[in-house]
């Protein structure tokens, strides 16, 4: 099983608000990660946590505040967020040994008002 | 900044024709290099990871790696409309350490019947 939940779907938020992507997988990963896709780009990273600590960090701005709560969740606390920022929020996770083949999540598609 | 370069296309085959897709790379250190396939408005599938030099085939579809070259390619053979996608490109480099990937700007492909 390659499965990546991501929680919601669709979300819709202003500029003042505070909202959470939420991500849980149950593949026994311990690396996980958030990317960052508009419309017809490629994804691109934003961080990445290896056995629940943060690793890297894409010079991403602090209005994204990740969380990895265990080694089965990733959350991605959203805050005072731009019209710049609505995009499709992709979370992946791959084992931490040789081959580091990522999988994908279905996305959560975020459009900031 | 390393970089994965397709040709963005679109190409455009006939249904049962062999669809080619090229990428190359410029980290000549990179180790482990991937396709995914992207539908329009949907997450990202990984369908061949490919690790050393030569032919890897899985079904209807074959990942060609060429180290010396810096050039990996995927052939679809028996092409048909619902191969109809984006397939990205992407290659985990060896610096930042082996969970980033970079992804290449992808290349659309288009079956007709």
């Known amino acids: 099983d390659t499965e990546v939940t991501q929680t919601p779907k669709h979300l819709v938020m202003g500029m003042t608000n505070k909202k959470s992507l939420k991500c849980e997988q149950h593949?026994?990963?311990?690396?996980m990660y958030w990317y960052k896709q508009k419309a017809k780009k490629p994804p691109e990273l934003m961080f990445v946590?290896?056995?629940?600590?943060?690793?890297i960090n894409e010079s991403v701005p602090s209005r994204f505040s990740p969380e990895c709560p265990n080694s089965s969740l990733l959350n991605l606390h959203l805050h005072a967020l731009q019209p710049e920022d609505s995009a499709l929020y992709l979370c992946?996770?791959?084992?931490?040994?040789?081959?580091?083949?990522?999988?994908f999540g279905p996305g959560t598609r975020l459009t900031v008002t | 900044q390393k970089e994965v370069e397709q040709n963005s296309g679109p190409l455009s085959v006939p249904e049962g024709a062999i669809a080619s897709l090229n990428c190359t790379y410029s980290?000549?250190?990179?180790?482990?290099f991937f396709w995914y396939r992207q539908y329009s408005g949907k997450s990202p599938e990984l369908i061949m990871s490919?690790?050393?030099?030569g032919d890897k085939e899985d079904g209807r579809f074959t990942a060609q790696l060429n180290k010396a070259s810096q050039y990996v390619s995927l052939l679809i053979r028996d092409s048909q409309p619902s191969d109809s996608a984006t397939y990205l490109c992407?290659?985990?480099?060896?610096?930042?350490?082996?969970?980033?990937?970079?992804f290449g700007a992808g290349t659309r492909l288009a079956v007709h019947p």
């Open positions: 992946a996770s791959s084992q931490e040994s040789a081959g580091h083949e990522q999988y």
């Open positions: 593949m026994g990963h311990r690396a």
């Open positions: 946590y290896s056995y629940e600590k943060l690793s």
């Open positions: 980290d000549r250190g990179s180790q482990s």
């Open positions: 490919i690790y050393s030099n």
């Open positions: 992407a290659v985990n480099p060896r610096e930042g350490g082996y969970n980033k990937l970079i």
